[in-house]
């Protein structure tokens, strides 16, 4: 089961773990790889809820927030994904946060680099809307791209290195979330979520994933969904489609089973530094983890791949 770490662990490593200025994210990537953080949400709820959706706590408890992007930071993450998954307009329309929205994802963005410092970089996050765009559904294009663009632009003023269009599943979302992204003039990463058909539940092959290099992805990949044996699998394939693509991956600490009404993720973290190795041989540039998994996942990994 997901548990937060000790907030003694968490609080006051920043200035002796993370010195000196980050490079350019551009350039790791175009010539080694970044270990990158491990679920959000999951922490989040290990602290209990009492939110309607976690981007509030953006405004009103900054500080539990902070403390999960530390706690990934101490166990050797050189990226962290800002709060801000669920931070579309139109997603926070859902909880009638819709006015809020450039105040939360700047406060995403900001609370995650007072956490981690300058030394680690820090990632907008930015999820589906939880809506269909037309004609499968009543969202236009342009009102999704608009509304990306204005998440990416307050991610981006909150001092994000890049933006992480994650968890897709339909093509079409993907396309308007990256074409909001580039706006900002942020490096854009789009990962989506396989099946073991190697089919997004809406049906985009790998093949559609691939061709979001072509619409201004710099990086592209699989992330949620799977675990990591199953994920491997599928990096493999992309990888043997695309020998040169820059590739992310962040595969879930297994499948999660209810125990207690509570969602369990069994995968231990020796088996997600086993994982790490594996994308590091496929040369994938963005390793990390995803649902299920914590800074003992995350510290493995940076262990097997010499990170910590």
Known sequence: ?????????????????????????????????????????????????????PEELN???????????????AAGSELVSTNSFGGSPAKLALAGLEASA??????????????????????????????????????SAVEAEDGFALQAEALAAGGADLIVVETMTAVEEARAAIRGARRTGLPVVCTMVFEPSYRTMMGVGLEGLLGLLGDGATAVGVNCGQGPDAM????????????????????????????GGQAVYDVPPAKMAEFALEMRRLGVAIIGACCGST??????????????
Request: no cysteine.
């Open 1 to 53: 089961m997901a548990r937060r770490t000790d907030d003694k662990a968490e609080v006051g490593y920043v200035a002796s773990v993370t010195p000196g200025r980050r490079p350019d994210v551009r350039e790791r990537l175009a010539s080694g790889f970044i270990l990158a953080d491990g679920a959000l949400g999951t922490m989040l709820v290990a602290g209990g809820n009492g939110w309607t959706v």
């Open 59 to 73: 405004l009103r408890a900054r500080e539990r927030v902070a403390r999960v992007h530390a706690a990934y930071a």
């Open 102 to 139: 450039y105040e939360v994802n700047r406060g995403a963005a900001e609370l995650a680099r007072e956490a981690v410092g300058e030394g680690v970089w820090v990632a907008g996050s930015m999820g589906p809307t939880g809506r269909f765009i037309e004609p499968l559904g009543d969202l």
């Open 232 to 259: 491997a699998t599928i990096v493999a394939r992309l990888r043997e489609m695309a020998p040169t693509a820059v590739l992310a991956a962040q595969p879930n600490a297994g499948v999660p089973r209810l125990a």
């Open 295 to 308: 800074p003992e996942h995350i510290r493995a990994m940076a262990r097997a791949l010499g990170k910590a």
